[in-house]
């Protein structure tokens, strides 16, 4: 994520919490899960690379879903994290989702995503991808498992950038992810 990876604390507290935030921080991508679910595959009329770039996006969006769903109870411990997941990105998911567990909240709704490929590593076959997101958190939200007020401030739109890999069972994942303030896009 290189230089994209300048995030502060507060960038995305309605998607993820303290933990998305070191995602922002974190360069390791060396964690690996268990539960590994391929991604599914593109028709045979695309070439390599717009089938990697349609998985990667596809990848992309699922972490994102599976994100939202674990976040309903705060389950950090959900098996459905590591299906398009890995490395960092699934470290900080876990770390995330215990932060909210533990301080009592639950996320209601789910992001709107946007997701483009920024760059490949190659034209011909890329095995790594990098995408550019403008998500939206406006209705994706935490609230406290106590009472049900709303436990954060508003969400917004935000620049998000996620490296997405294509792992050795030929699955794509992603495997870290950088998310910047709202206003940032």
Known sequence: MNDKKTITRAAYVALG???????ACSTSSTSTTSSSTKTPSATPSESASEQAKS?????????????????ENS???????????????LNNM????????TSGVVTKGEPVLSPKVDSTDS????TKITVK?????TNWLKYRESDGQLADTPGGRRLIYADVQKQSDGSWKVSDYA????GTC
């Open 55 to 71: 998985l990667a996006l596809t990848a992309y969006r699922g972490m994102w879903q599976d994100f939202a769903a674990a976040g």
């Open 94 to 101: 876990h770390k995330a989702l215990f932060a909210d567990h």
């Open 75 to 89: 389950d950090w411990q959900s098996a459905q994290l590591g299906r398009y997941s890995t490395g960092a990105a």
């Open 179 to 182: 998310v910047h303030d709202v």
């Open 123 to 126: 034209a011909a076959n890329p």
């Open 17 to 23: 919490c303290a933990a998305l935030t070191l995602a």
């Open 133 to 137: 997101d403008c998500g939206d958190s």
